[in-house]
C-alpha cells in the first residue's frame, strides 16, 4: 500500500480550497527556513535557488531581522502613515534616500506594499509631474499583474481575459541579441540598429511630445534574465533627456545585491528619474518603494497617492533591519562572488551540451541558462526546463524557469549561501540535466 506524503497531502488540500490559476513553479512544500535552506513537510533539507523569487538575497530568517520584526510587533503593528506618523517610516525613507540618491535636487521616498503597487504609482507620479500620458514598455517585459503593470507586463499568458488593458500603453523590442541578431555581423551591429529603432519609434508610432516615461528592467526577470546592453541603455537616457521623457528603472527583481551592486543601474553609469524596488528590501515582509527627483514626487497632488497599510511599521523595522545586516555582510561583493561561482558552472553547462543549453547569461548573482533544441535561438525546449525542475525537486535543490516560453533556468538563491552549499547545489543541477539529455 502506498503510503501518501505529508506534501501530497497539503496539495491535495490546496486544490480544494485556492484558486487554480495560483500557479505552481516548483512542487516543494516548507514549513520553517534558514540561510539558504528550506525544511519540507517530510524534513527533507532543499537548497534553495528560488530564494522566495528573488526576496530572500539577506537569507532565510537572518537573527537581527526576526528580532526587529518581534520587537516592533510587540510595541506598534499599525496606525496608518497618514493617520499617525511613526519614525521607522521616516528612517527608512533616509536609508533609501542616501543609497539611491536620484539627481543633485534631492531624493523622496514613497512605501508600498509591493513591487507591482510601486510601478502603479510610478506610473501615476510620472504623468503627473510630465502631463503626459504615453508610457512606453518593452517586450519581454513583467512589471506585475495589477491593472497598470499588466498593461506593462509583455507575456500574454499573464494577461488572458483580464483586458481591457490601461490605455496609452506602447511597446518596443526589447535588444535580446541571443534571439534576435543572428543577422548580424556583430553584437554591436545589433545594438546600434536597435538604437535606431528606438529613435524611429518616436517618428512612426507614438509622439515623444505625450510621452509620460519609458519603463525598463536593465535585467528582465520573469523575460529570461535578458541583460540590456550598455550602449543602448546610455542612448535612452540620453533618448529621454532630449524628449522631455523621465526615464524609470524597474529594479524590484535585481536591487538590493542581486547583480553585485545595490542597484543594477550603478552598473551602467545612469541614473534613473525614478526607480521601484521590492522584493529582497524586506526579507520577505510585504514592502516596496518608489524612490524619484524630489522635484518629480512633489509633483503629484495630494491624495493621488497613497494607501492603508504602505510603510506599515513591522515592514519598515524588517526592511531597515535587512539593509542594516546586507551593509554588515557586504551583500555586494556577496553577489559578485555567487555570480562567479554560478557563471562558471553555467559555461561549463554550455561547453557540455552545446545544442541544449543555449545561452548562458545574467549580470552578477542573477544568473540563467536558456534550454533550447538543436542549439536553435528560434527553438525554445520549454518541456526539458519544466522537466528538470521536478526533477532537481526530487533531488533537495528548488529551482524555478522563467521567459517567455518558460525555458530558461534562473538562479535567485540567497546571497548568503556557503560556497560549499551552491556548489552542492549546482552539482544536483549539473547531474539532473545531464540524465535528462542522456535519456
Not at 535578458?226 to 526615464?247: F, S, T
Request: net charge neutral; charged share 20%; proline share 4%.
Amino acid at each position: 500500500m502506498q503510503t501518501i506524503t505529508k506534501s501530497a497531502e497539503l496539495s491535495a488540500r490546496r486544490k480544494k480550497v485556492v484558486p487554480n490559476a495560483i500557479g505552481v513553479f516548483n512542487p516543494a512544500t516548507a514549513v520553517s527556513a534558514k540561510g539558504a535552506f528550506l525544511y519540507d513537510l517530510e524534513g527533507r533539507e532543499l537548497i534553495d535557488f528560488a530564494g522566495g523569487i528573488g526576496v530572500m538575497n539577506a537569507g532565510h530568517c537572518p537573527e537581527p531581522v526576526v528580532k526587529a520584526i518581534q520587537q516592533q510587533a510587540a510595541k506598534l503593528i499599525h496606525t496608518c502613515f497618514n493617520v499617525a506618523m511613526y519614525e521607522g517610516y521616516i528612517e527608512l525613507a533616509e536609508t533609501l534616500a542616501d543609497l539611491f540618491p536620484h539627481g543633485n535636487q534631492g531624493t523622496k521616498v514613497m512605501l508600498t506594499n509591493s513591487g507591482a503597487e510601486a510601478v502603479e504609482n510610478a506610473i501615476k507620479i510620472a504623468r503627473q509631474a510630465t502631463k503626459k500620458s504615453g508610457i512606453l514598455c518593452f517586450s519581454g517585459a513583467f512589471h506585475g499583474r495589477s491593472m497598470m503593470a499588466m498593461s506593462l507586463t509583455a507575456k500574454t499568458g499573464n494577461k488572458i481575459g483580464s483586458g481591457p488593458f490601461a490605455p496609452e500603453v506602447y511597446r518596443i523590442d526589447f535588444p535580446n541579441f541571443f534571439r534576435y541578431g543572428r543577422a548580424f555581423t556583430s553584437e554591436e551591429a545589433y545594438i546600434q540598429y536597435e538604437i535606431q529603432k528606438l529613435h524611429d519609434f518616436f517618428l512612426g508610432y507614438a509622439d515623444a511630445g505625450n510621452m509620460a516615461a519609458v519603463i525598463l528592467e536593465l535585467v528582465q526577470g520573469e523575460g529570461g534574465f535578458n541583460v540590456c546592453p550598455p550602449a543602448y541603455v546610455k542612448a535612452l537616457r540620453n533618448i529621454c533627456d532630449e524628449k522631455g521623457m523621465l526615464l524609470i528603472i524597474d529594479e524590484v527583481q535585481s536591487g538590493f545585491g542581486r547583480t553585485g551592486k545595490w542597484a543594477a543601474y550603478q552598473h551602467y553609469g545612469v541614473t534613473p528619474d525614478i526607480s521601484t524596488w521590492a522584493k529582497s528590501m524586506g526579507s520577505g515582509m510585504p514592502i516596496g518603494c518608489v524612490i524619484g527627483r524630489t522635484e518629480i514626487m512633489d509633483a503629484v497632488t495630494s491624495g493621488t497617492i497613497g494607501g492603508t497599510y504602505l510603510g506599515n511599521p513591522v515592514c519598515c523595522a524588517a526592511a531597515s533591519a535587512t539593509i542594516e545586516y546586507m551593509k554588515q555582510l557586504n551583500i555586494n561583493e556577496l553577489g559578485e562572488k555567487v555570480g562567479q561561482v554560478v557563471r562558471k558552472r553555467f559555461e561549463k553547462f554550455k561547453q557540455l551540451y552545446p545544442k541544449v543549453v543555449g545561452d548562458v547569461r545574467g549580470l552578477g548573482a542573477m544568473m540563467a541558462f536558456e534550454l533550447v533544441k538543436n542549439g536553435d535561438p528560434a527553438q525554445p525546449n520549454p518541456v526539458l526546463a519544466k522537466d528538470l525542475v521536478q526533477k532537481c525537486a526530487d533531488n533537495g535543490l528548488i529551482i524555478i524557469s522563467a521567459g517567455t516560453y518558460a525555458n530558461v533556468i534562473r538562479i535567485l538563491s540567497p546571497l548568503v549561501i556557503e560556497t560549499k552549499v551552491l556548489n552542492k547545489g549546482l552539482d544536483i543541477l549539473e547531474n539532473c540535466l545531464k540524465q535528462l539529455v542522456n535519456t
